[in-house]
Each structure stands twice: as C-alpha cells, then as structure tokens.
C-alpha cells in the first residue's frame, strides 16, 4: 500500500520509489494520473486498473498475480490508499488469503491539514466525506453534533457551498472551521473563522470554492458545569426530558450526591442552549 503526493510530486518518499521501481504489477486507481507519476519519476511499470467500480473482480485478479508469486503495489490518485479511496476490500481479501500487506507511509491530506492549521484540539475524529444527498449529509451531521473532538472531513469543490450551509445549521455558527484546500499545490489556501462567516467567505471570492477540501470543524463546547460528573450530567439530563426542571434538578442532586444549586445552572445552561437553537 503506496502513498502518493497529494499535488506536489516532490512529496514522495524514498521508499514508494524503491517499491514501485521492484514491483511487478502496479493496481493503480486511474492508470492514465498515475502514468504521469510514474513517467515523472521514470518507473515503467506494469499498470492494472483498481477503482472504486471493479475492486472486487480486479482484487481477484490481482490475488491471482499474488498466488503466481508476483509482487504487486497499490497506489490512489492522491494520498493513502484506502483512506477514504479503494482497496480496503482488497487488503481484507489478500491479508485473509495468508498474503502480507505492508504500509508505505507517506502523503494524507486530513493529516496535512492537521499538521498545518494550528488547531489547539489535541483529539481528531476523522470523517472522511459527508454523504451527497442532503438529507443524508444532514443526518450524519446530527449524529456527530455532541461530539467533543475536532471534526475531519474531506469534500469536493460540487459540494463545498451545501456542506458549509449544512454544516452551520446542523452544528451551529458559533464553531471555528479550517478550510484546508489545495494543499501542496499552487493556490493553497488555509484559513480558519467562524462556521456562521463562512458561507459568505466562500461567496466572496469563487476561486475560493475551487479544488480540494479538508474542512476541520470545532467539537461540541464542553459542557457547562463541567465540575459536575458525567453520570451525574446524563442522569439530569435523562430527568430534564420527562420532569420539570426543578423535580429534575432535585431528583439527581438525590440520586447523584452533587450539589442542587450547580445541578439548577447547569439544567438553565442547557435550557438557554436549547432555546438559542431552536431560535
Ligand atoms: N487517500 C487520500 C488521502 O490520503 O488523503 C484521499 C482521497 S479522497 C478520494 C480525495 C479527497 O481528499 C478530496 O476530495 C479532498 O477532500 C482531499 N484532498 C486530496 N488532495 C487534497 C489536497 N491537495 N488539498 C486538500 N484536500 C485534498
């Protein structure tokens, strides 16, 4: 499993070289980009198609190259294979036929962005991309609201402008977003502001909206009276649902042991929140 550059061809580690000059067959996502590659580097290689469509009939010709004894490298267009592009299935299939899959890493965008954005987040919950369809993009989005780590996805210039605005209803303005985009190519750009500015960011200038995207998006605040224990937090919250707030309050300072007055500003927290939102 061979990383690649993501734009810049100088990023490219001694050791993919080393590999894709020694192996016989190269699976390549697009064999015509990496053609290109390869030429650039003058590796004349054996190239064999394994996209996104074929993985399975093309893996199964590829275990047949393995079981002949020829030795064989996966490459992407950009980045990692299998990260958020194919060959999973294939590794899955070769690593349970006995064969060994061994990593060469190198270039990743989410981690290039990462690297880059000087986020103080120290946990990364990595997503890859949103689904297409609204509704779906938008369930997904839902899903990961509460969660408190930075947000990695990765997205296409057809669908910046839906994602930024479902991002920003879903999970609120008031989170920092990076844009991470084109990285190592010639416009690359990283910039980082407020979710609810961020429509009107990309709107200002089109060519803002060009190319390739790693969006880091802020996780969930922490939750206001964070003194106050997590089971303690859950069992208020699970109060709050079915009784009147100060019942609520009273029943889990009862059962939790934690104080009634912070247990009362934590309850009005949420309470404000929630009103903010649905505002
Ligand atoms: N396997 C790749 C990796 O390791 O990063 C990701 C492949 S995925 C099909 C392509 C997506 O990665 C793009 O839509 C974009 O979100 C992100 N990406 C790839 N190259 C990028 C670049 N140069 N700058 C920013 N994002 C990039």
Redesign the pocket.
């Known amino acids: 499993m061979v990383?690649t550059p993501?734009?810049n061809l100088g990023d490219i580690t001694l050791r993919a070289l080393e590999v894709l000059r020694g192996v016989d067959v190269v699976a390549a996502e697009d064999t015509r980009d990496s053609g290109r590659l390869l030429n650039h580097y003058g590796i004349a290689a054996k190239l064999v198609a394994l996209h996104e469509h074929n993985e399975r009939s093309a893996g199964a010709k590829i275990l047949d190259l393995l079981a002949a004894k020829q030795s064989v490298a996966l490459i992407?267009?950009?980045?990692?294979?299998?990260?958020?592009?194919p060959g999973a299935h294939l590794v899955a299939t070769a690593r349970s036929a006995g064969y060994k899959v061994i990593p060469l890493p190198g270039?990743?965008?989410?981690i290039?962005?990462l690297s880059a954005a000087g986020r103080a987040e120290t946990h990364f919950l990595f997503y890859?991309?949103l689904p297409h369809s609204a509704g779906e993009r938008r369930r997904d989005l839902a899903a990961l609201k509460d969660q408190p780590w930075l947000l990695v996805?990765?997205?296409?210039p057809h669908r910046i402008l839906a994602s930024i605005a479902d991002l920003t209803s879903v999970l609120g303005g008031e989170r920092q977003i990076t844009f991470?985009?084109?990285?190592?190519?010639l416009f690359?750009t990283i910039h980082t502001l407020p979710l609810c500015e961020a429509l009107a960011w990309l709107e200002a200038d089109p060519n803002r909206q060009r190319?390739?995207?790693?969006l880091l998006v802020g996780g969930a605040a922490p939750l206001e009276g964070a003194g106050i224990g997590e089971e303690a937090q859950r069992t208020l919250k699970a109060l709050l649902a079915e009784l009147p707030l100060k019942q609520a309050v009273k029943l889990a300072a009862e059962i939790s042991g934690e104080k009634k007055n912070a247990l009362y500003e934590l309850a009005l927290a949420w309470k404000k929140d929630d009103g903010q939102e649905g505002a």
Do not use: C, M, Q, W
Request: hydrophobic letters at 40%; aromatic letters at 12%.
């Open positions: 990383a993501i734009g992407s267009d950009a980045g990692t294979p299998a990260v958020s592009d270039p990743n965008a989410a290039a962005a890859g991309f996805f990765y997205e296409s991470a985009r084109e990285l190592t190519k690359e190319g390739e995207f790693v």
